[in-house]
């Protein structure tokens, strides 16, 4: 039996993707200057006109999908006969992966002859967007769902993320950075290199100098982490750098078999955090514990 997957937008895929692979994906949102906007996948603001607005010294806050969203979407399916696979943003990063088991936990008893499943992803950005990337060719090869959860669970923590900032001052403002470092690390041109770890959360690795090493530093961990006989699917997410992004996806490209790259914004919630510049490297490899 065909079933719904629902993730929500920390997941940074296009809206032409969600769309085309039939993903209902839940907008979590951010406030600026007092107003609040749905992060839609560029429908309520477009992610240039979003990072013109950070550059300019405006700071987003952002906010969690809550309980009620969840319930009256999965709702929607329920009554609709389908079983739900909800694949969530890191519950270290955010509390919407929680909102979505608390949903389930109130849903199940009321329908029990379906099936719903959350699945922490313990990813980010279109690292998240990856993890949802193999479980809709799971899903397309009618693999039951069942299936599709095994495989998520056994799998996501091989789902490396790789990824380095331009403007310190964001890793300060979320308490990554300390002034100390984000001031030291600007006059010095000094760039950080994080991924994400065992747990979900954002964690430094280590500092380069210059941001053309940085970029370089991303596809050096991929060598480390990544198998070179294997056909490669890469996602690259960019906070308003496109041509950066190109110029990872060409090194990625010189040194692996690439089956598919596919290139997109970090979305507002996670910009907001993370800011203008920002590059991220994402792709399947050994789990982070052997990092």
Same mark, same amino acid.
């Given at each position: 039996?065909?079933?719904? &997957?629902?993730?929500?937008?920390?997941?940074?895929?296009?809206?032409?993707?969600?769309?085309?692979?039939?993903? !209902?994906?839940?907008?979590?949102?951010? *406030?600026?200057? @007092?107003?609040?906007?749905?992060?839609?996948?560029?429908?309520?603001?477009?992610? %240039?006109?979003?990072?013109?607005?950070?550059?300019?010294?405006?700071?987003? $806050?952002?906010?969690? #999908?809550?309980?009620?969203?969840?319930?009256?979407?999965? +709702?929607?399916?329920?009554?609709?006969?389908?079983?739900?696979?909800?694949? @969530?943003?890191?519950?270290?990063?955010?509390?919407?992966?929680?909102?979505?088991?608390?949903?389930?936990?109130?849903?199940?008893?009321?329908?029990?002859?379906?099936?719903?499943? &959350?699945?922490?992803?313990?990813?980010?950005?279109?690292?998240?967007?990856?993890?949802?990337?193999?479980?809709?060719?799971?899903?397309?090869?009618?693999?039951p769902i069942e299936e599709v959860v095994a495989?998520?669970? %056994?799998?996501?923590?091989?789902?490396?993320?790789?990824?380095?900032?331009?403007?310190?001052?964001?890793?300060?403002?979320?308490?990554?950075?300390? @002034? !100390?470092?984000?001031?030291?690390? !600007? *006059?010095?041109? &000094?760039?950080?290199?994080?991924?994400?770890?065992?747990?979900?959360?954002?964690?430094? /690795?280590? %500092?380069?100098?210059?941001?053309?090493?940085?970029?370089?530093?991303?596809?050096?961990?991929? #060598?480390?982490?990544?198998?070179?006989?294997?056909?490669?699917? $890469?996602?690259?997410?960019?906070?308003?750098?496109?041509?950066? =992004?190109?110029?990872?996806?060409?090194?990625?490209?010189?040194?692996?078999?690439?089956?598919? *790259?596919? *290139?997109?914004? /970090?979305?507002? /919630?996670?910009?907001?955090?993370?800011?203008?510049? +920002?590059? =991220?490297?994402?792709?399947?490899?050994?789990?982070?514990?052997?990092?």
């Amino acid at each position: 039996m065909r079933f719904r &997957i629902f993730t929500d937008s920390c997941c940074d895929f296009p809206k032409s993707y969600v769309d085309e692979h039939e993903i !209902t994906a839940l907008p979590l949102s951010f *406030i600026v200057e @007092g107003k609040e906007y749905l992060d839609d996948f560029g429908q309520s603001m477009t992610p %240039k006109d979003y990072y013109a607005m950070l550059r300019s010294g405006k700071n987003g $806050v952002t906010s969690q #999908v809550n309980t009620e969203r969840f319930i009256d979407a999965f +709702t929607k399916s329920l009554e609709a006969g389908e079983d739900i696979l909800y694949i @969530g943003f890191s519950s270290a990063l955010s509390g919407t992966c929680s909102s979505a088991m608390l949903a389930a936990n109130l849903l199940k008893d009321k329908y029990p002859d379906r099936k719903i499943y &959350i699945v922490d992803s313990l990813c980010a950005s279109l690292g998240q967007g990856l993890l949802i990337h193999q479980a809709v060719a799971l899903r397309d090869a009618a693999r039951p769902i069942e299936e599709v959860v095994a495989w998520l669970e %056994k799998n996501k923590l091989r789902l490396n993320h790789w990824f380095t900032v331009d403007d310190l001052n964001f890793l300060k403002r979320g308490g990554r950075l300390s @002034g !100390t470092m984000a001031f030291l690390g !600007t *006059i010095l041109d &000094i760039k950080p290199v994080l991924h994400v770890d065992m747990a979900g959360r954002l964690v430094p /690795v280590t %500092k380069v100098k210059g941001r053309k090493r940085a970029l370089r530093s991303l596809v050096d961990y991929m #060598v480390k982490m990544a198998d070179p006989n294997e056909e490669q699917t $890469v996602f690259i997410s960019h906070g308003d750098c496109e041509e950066d =992004a190109q110029a990872v996806a060409a090194m990625v490209r010189e040194k692996f078999k690439v089956k598919e *790259i596919l *290139i997109h914004f /970090v979305g507002p /919630v996670i910009g907001s955090h993370s800011g203008p510049g +920002t590059v =991220a490297l994402f792709f399947m490899g050994k789990p982070r514990e052997e990092f």
